[in-house]
Structure formats: structure tokens, C-alpha cells
């Protein structure tokens, strides 16, 4: 009994622990189950997201999503989940490069806009709460949809504000400089632009002193504030000054050219005629002459013939007549020929005479044009063509036989003041009353020419840097003193002088340039003041 009962003691024991390992592995299953379930639905989804990404991705998490269902063995899994893993990884390491650049775009669009100039205060506050937010790259894509969607609302809002046009560079320029928007004030500066350029164009023009009056005018109108409408008007009346002007230098080359070739053909015509009435006179001559020649012959042969001296004075007498006839006949033949000639030839003199004349005032006509093409029209300085050339020349003479050759630039300080203050006329009065100082102090001692503008240049030829330097400086001194008054306010003017000597190595561009650089420090040293560069 006893050995019984421990031993059914021991079998209901075996059987609680069989009862509980049935039961703790149908648990196991259970959960086993669920987490499978849970695990392919996650594939389900996967592969739901990550659809279309890359067609190796699909088909390895289709395959996943088999093997699953198959209850395919746990190495089989695990290999595939390790080619998934890879994949996504590398998905990730490329959304991380994409999203930095997203980011980097992002915060250039944003201060691109902060750049923008006059935008309302409220926007840019905003804008730079967005910026400030969001300096940190995010970790999903979808993070950056509501930023950029805000970053483009503040876009749309400066477009409508009409200031992106200043916008210098951004995510956004290609689009904004497609459609650029006009405004009132770049419409003024468009429009002080093109005046500046028209008077720049005018202020090179030579034009004949019956129209530089004219010109004169309009120039003065353009440098006032004058409506659009009245701007085309200067600009149609400028045009017209110097289309008669053209018109009437092409009418004077015309009616000399007419000429010339009317006295051309005249001569001609006489040529060939006193040519061809030559040929005839000449044979006419020839006839004559052979006649008279026969007709001696004929007497020295009756000569010969005759039987008595009687015979012989009778014959002699009649053909002696006949030669004189002759020759009566020669004479006036020549005589009338001559007559032609002399007429002929005076019809070509008063031609030749015309001509003559005619192109004395053309020659006149293109001397003052030359003259005119190297003069500044406004100083009557030489210009800067005449300057090109003379300097070229003297460099290259001055080389040669190594003579000392000076290139200065001067240039009045702060004359857009007087332009300004008091307007273009007096700018120009300015400009005209230094040209006759220059011309004054300086035309003994140098080539003097109007560079343009408010600047102006002196060849030196054979002068030494102190000789130099003592001549500009008096010049300097001179000018400021000068009694300038406009508007009754008594004004005065400076000069900034840059100076240098001509080596053998240099080139007239790289001499320019080295007075040119002396007058930028004279400037930049408080102006009012003499400059030279060593060589
Ligand atoms: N009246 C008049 N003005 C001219 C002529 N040519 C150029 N100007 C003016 O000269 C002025 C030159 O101005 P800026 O280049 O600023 O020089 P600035 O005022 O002299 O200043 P600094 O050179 O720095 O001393 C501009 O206002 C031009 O319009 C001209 O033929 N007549």
C-alpha cells in the first residue's frame, strides 16, 4: 500500500507538471501566434510604405511576407531580413544626404528673403522666427513640408509687396527675375539713366556753331527734372539739330562733287575734241603741204622743159602764184585752228577756275571738321581724341631720343555739387572757365586736353619732376582761387592732380594708368592736392 500510494503520489505530480507544460506552451504558442501576426502585418505595412522606393525592396519584403504565411524555417527568415535591413539602411544614409541639402536650401531661401529691403516688419518677424526654428536638420521628410509651405506663403506676400527685385540670390531668384516688378522708383532710375547716357552721346558730338546754340538748349533741358512725355520731345528735337546739321554738310560735299564732275566732263569733251580736230588739222596740214611740194617739183621740171627765158618767167610767175596760194591757204587754215584752240582752252580755264574755287570752301569745310573732330565742343579744348594721338606720338618720339615725357590726370573735386546746387549751366560755365585757366597757365608748357567729363589731361614734354611738380601746384593754387559765384554764393573749386614721367618700358596705357592710380590717391588723400608715381 504504501509503495502503492507513492507511486500514484508521484504520477499525479508527473501529470500537474505535464498539465502545466501542455498549458505554458499552448501560452507560448498563443503569444508566438500574436507576435507572428503582428510581425507580418508590420511587413504588410512595410511594404506598403516603402511600395515603389526600389524594386529590390518590394520584392524582398513580398517574399518576407511568403515565407511567413509558410511558416518557412527561421534561417530562411533571418538571411532575408538581413537584405532588407541592408537596403533600408542604405535608404537611410541617402535620406540623411537629401535632407541636409534640404535644409541648406531652406535656410538660403530664408535669409535670401531677409535681405529683401522694405519688407513689413510683421512678415519679417515671422520670418525669422521660422528661420530660428528650424536650424536644425530634421529627421523626416515630411517634417519639411509645412516649413517650406511657409517659407513660399512669405515669398508670395514680398512679390505682392513688389520689393523682389533687389533679391541678389536665393532658392527662388530664377522664378522672381522671370517676372521682374516695375516700381515708381526704378522707373526714375531707369529714366536718370538714359538722360545721363543721351548727354554723354550729345556731349561727344561736333556739331557746326549755327546749331551748337540749339544744342546747347536741349542739353540744358535734359539735366532738369523734365516729365517723360517732354524727355522723348528733347530727344526727337536733339535728333532733328543733328540730322540738319548731317544735311547740310552732305549738301555741301554734294554741290562740290556736282561740280567736279561737270568740269570733268567738260574737260574731257574739249580733249577729245581738240584731240580729234588735231588729227584732221594735222592731215589737212599734210595736204598742204604735199601740194606745195608737187607744185615745186612741177616748176623745177618745167624748169628743165623750157626753151626760152621768156617761157621761163611766164611759167615760174603762174606757179609761183600758185604756191603762194598755197601757202595763203595754210596760213589761215592755221590761224583759224589756233582761234579754236585758244577758245577751247579758255572754256576749260573758267571751269578749272570754278573747280578751283569751289573746292577751296570744301577744303575749308573739312579742315574745320578735323579741327573740330580734335576739339572739345564744350572748352574748345583739345579733345581726347587729339590727346590719344599727340600722346602716342610723343611717347613714342620722346623714347626714341629719350627726352623726359610727363602724363598728368586732373580732376575737380566734388563737381556734381555744382551740377546739383546749380544746375547743369553752371556746371558747364565751370567747365569753360577752367579750360581758359589751363589754356592760360598751362598751353606753353603743355598739350592740354578735356579727358571727358570733369577731367582733364597735360602732356609735359622735356620737364624734370620738380620743374613739374612746381608748374602744377601753382596751377592747383591758381584754380582754387578762382572767383567762382553762382546764385550770389561765392563758390570755390579744387583740383586733384595725379602725375608721372613716361619710362622707356612703359606703354601710353600703362603710363595713363600710372597717373590715373596718383590722381585716385590725391583723391582718397582729402583731394585739393598734387600726387606724382615714380616710375
Ligand atoms: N555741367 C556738366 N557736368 C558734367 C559734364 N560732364 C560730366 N559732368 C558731371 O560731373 C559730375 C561728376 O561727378 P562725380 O564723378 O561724382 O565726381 P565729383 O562730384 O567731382 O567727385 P570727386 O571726383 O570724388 O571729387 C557728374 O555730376 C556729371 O554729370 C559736362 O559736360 N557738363
Redesign the pocket.
Known amino acids: 500500500m504504501t509503495s502503492n500510494s507513492a507511486v500514484d503520489k508521484e504520477l499525479a505530480a508527473l501529470k500537474r507538471k505535464l498539465d502545466s507544460a501542455v498549458s505554458s506552451r499552448a501560452n507560448i504558442e498563443s503569444d508566438l501566434s500574436h507576435q507572428s501576426s503582428l510581425f507580418s502585418e508590420f511587413i504588410i505595412k512595410l511594404s506598403q510604405v516603402a511600395k515603389g522606393t526600389d524594386t529590390a525592396l518590394d520584392n524582398k519584403l513580398a517574399k518576407l511576407r511568403t515565407l511567413f504565411t509558410k511558416s518557412a524555417s527561421i534561417e530562411s527568415i533571418e538571411e532575408l531580413i538581413n537584405d532588407i535591413s541592408q537596403i533600408l539602411h542604405q535608404y537611410t544614409t541617402k535620406n540623411d544626404v537629401e535632407m541636409r541639402a534640404l535644409q541648406d536650401k531652406f535656410m538660403q531661401g530664408g535669409q535670401s528673403l531677409q535681405k529683401i529691403k522694405g519688407l513689413p516688419d510683421d512678415l519679417r518677424r515671422q520670418l525669422r522666427a521660422l528661420i530660428n526654428e528650424n536650424q536644425e536638420v530634421k529627421s523626416t521628410l515630411p517634417q519639411y513640408v509645412p516649413i517650406l509651405s511657409q517659407l513660399l506663403t512669405f515669398y508670395q506676400h514680398a512679390l505682392k509687396q513688389g520689393n523682389v527685385s533687389t533679391l541678389s540670390n536665393g532658392v527662388l531668384q530664377s522664378a522672381v527675375t522671370k517676372a521682374p516688378v516695375i516700381t515708381e522708383t526704378s522707373q526714375s532710375l531707369d529714366k536718370v539713366k538714359i538722360v545721363?547716357r543721351f548727354?554723354e552721346y550729345l556731349?561727344k558730338i561736333t556739331i557746326s556753331r549755327q546749331y551748337q546754340e540749339q544744342l546747347k538748349k536741349i542739353r540744358s533741358e535734359l539735366?532738369e527734372d523734365i516729365p517723360r512725355q517732354k524727355l522723348l520731345a528733347s530727344f526727337l528735337a536733339a535728333f532733328d539739330v543733328i540730322s540738319l546739321d548731317l544735311q547740310r554738310e552732305r549738301n555741301t560735299a554734294k554741290i562740290f562733287l556736282s561740280t567736279l564732275s561737270e568740269t570733268l566732263a567738260t574737260v574731257q569733251s574739249a580733249v577729245t575734241t581738240t584731240v580729234k580736230s588735231q588729227e584732221s588739222a594735222q592731215a589737212k596740214l599734210q595736204q598742204l603741204n604735199d601740194k606745195m611740194q608737187s607744185q615745186i617739183c612741177e616748176m623745177a621740171n618745167d624748169l628743165d622743159k623750157a626753151n626760152s627765158l621768156v617761157d621761163i618767167k611766164v611759167d615760174i610767175n603762174a606757179k609761183l602764184q600758185a604756191i603762194a596760194k598755197t601757202l595763203e591757204e595754210k596760213t589761215s587754215f592755221e590761224h583759224s585752228q589756233q582761234a579754236l584752240f585758244t577758245e577751247q582752252l579758255i572754256t576749260m580755264q573758267e571751269r578749272v577756275a570754278r573747280l578751283e574755287e569751289q573746292s577751296k570752301t570744301f577744303e575749308k569745310r573739312i579742315q574745320e571738321q578735323q579741327e573740330k573732330s580734335l576739339q572739345d565742343a564744350?572748352t574748345k579744348l583739345n579733345n581726347r581724341a587729339a590727346f590719344d594721338e599727340h600722346f602716342a606720338k610723343e611717347t613714342a618720339r620722346c623714347q626714341h631720343k629719350r627726352i623726359p615725357l610727363a602724363i598728368v590726370v586732373a580732376?575737380?573735386?566734388?563737381?556734381?555739387?555744382?551740377?546739383?546746387t546749380y544746375g547743369?549751366?553752371?556746371?558747364?560755365k565751370?567747365?569753360q572757365v577752367l579750360a581758359n585757366t589751363f589754356k592760360k597757365h598751362l598751353e606753353k608748357h603743355a598739350f592740354v586736353a578735356r579727358y571727358?567729363?570733369?577731367e582733364f589731361v597735360f602732356v609735359f614734354t622735356d620737364i624734370n619732376k620738380d620743374e613739374l611738380l612746381h608748374i602744377l601746384n601753382l596751377l592747383r593754387k591758381t584754380v582754387a582761387k578762382l572767383p567762382f559765384k553762382f546764385k550770389n554764393n561765392k563758390v570755390s573749386m579744387t583740383l586733384?592732380i595725379g602725375a608721372t614721367h613716361v619710362t622707356q618700358e612703359d606703354n601710353v596705357h600703362i603710363a595713363f594708368e600710372r597717373a590715373d592710380t596718383a590722381l585716385y590717391q590725391a583723391?582718397e588723400n582729402g583731394?585739393n592736392q598734387v600726387v606724382y608715381l615714380e616710375q
Open positions: 545721363k548727354e556731349a539735366s564744350l580732376d575737380l573735386d566734388n563737381f556734381k555739387r555744382i551740377n546739383d547743369h549751366t553752371a556746371g558747364d565751370t567747365l571727358g567729363g570733369e586733384s583723391k583731394k
